[in-house]
């Protein structure tokens, strides 16, 4: 079995941590906008190119380019992916996350996460992904993950804790507990996690609508230790999904509202 990180609360003093980056109780909103065409949202992701926005949920993964990076005024739908009409595709009962070459993006369903893969040049992109049955892993009751940049640690988020996991590179149906060093990260209402500054913080996103901030001792990874830094009260009702790059996060609800913070 997994060993639980070391959790530590502390209180704020407006000293920065180690990366330089605001904490998240400084974030505001920015705007908020409806995902057209997505009536229950489970996951939300942004691309690292700030364009490629993904919106989970119906089953199925949409598809919105935003005309300028991490800037939202209308959210239209430009591409929809079913798992279920590739060969052993399921439903998308989860979010999405990709690693960090862009080629390679995971979904959670009920009892697996999947990997699909896309072309060069179409980068955090669903439209020219291939035509293949999907590697997969077997797992029941992830609500998101989140891929490091090194494509070998995961965290898979359920309802009530985060599992760090190893894996081979580009490969998740080898994926593995990392026996010795795997960490879990216990916490209520858990809907999604995403890294920030670099890898030293994680966010937690909670369906009370409450972002967590912990730093992380071992960029990327539990081990070594989890301790809570700052906490963001958006007000948000049943938040669902959480995604972050650089000091942009997005959020959404089970109602297909999107929410940009900064």
């Known amino acids: ?13 407006g000293i920065a941590i180690a990366g330089g980056l605001k904490q998240i109780e400084d974030f505001a909103q920015v ?3 409806a995902a057209t065409g997505v009536s229950a949202s489970t996951g939300v992701h942004i691309g690292a190119n700030g364009t490629n926005l993904q919106v989970t949920g119906d089953g199925e993964i949409d598809q919105f380019t935003l005309p300028n990076p991490f800037s939202m005024t209308s ?6 992916f079913d798992p279920t009409a590739n060969t052993g595709g399921a439903a998308t009962t989860g979010g999405i996350n990709w690693d960090a070459s862009g080629r390679n993006f995971y979904h959670c369903t009920a009892n697996q996460i999947e990997q699909y893969s896309v072309l060069t040049g179409d980068e955090y992109s669903i439209t020219n992904r291939l035509a293949i049955a999907p590697n997969s892993l077997t797992v029941s009751g992830a609500v998101n993950l989140q891929m490091s940049p090194d494509d070998v640690t995961v965290l898979i988020a359920f309802a009530s804790q985060i599992v760090e996991y190893q894996i081979d590179p580009f490969y998740v149906r080898n994926i593995q507990f990392a026996s010795a060093t795997s960490d879990t990260l216990s916490v209520a209402n858990c809907v999604g996690c995403a890294y920030y500054d670099d890898g030293r913080s994680l966010l937690v996103a909670q369906s009370t609508g409450t972002v967590r901030q912990y730093e992380l001792t071992t960029p990327y990874a539990l081990s070594g230790g989890a301790t809570e830094v700052s906490t963001l009260s958006t007000g948000i009702t049943n938040l669902s999904g959480i995604s972050a790059q650089g000091t942009n996060l ?3 609800n089970n109602a297909a509202q999107v929410y940009h913070w900064r």
Do not use: K
């Open 250 to 252: 997005f959020l959404v």
């Open 75 to 80: 959210l239209t739908t430009d591409d929809t």
């Open 1 to 13: 079995m997994p060993r639980i990180a070391s959790i530590t609360t502390q209180a704020f003093t």
């Open 31 to 33: 705007s908020s906008v």
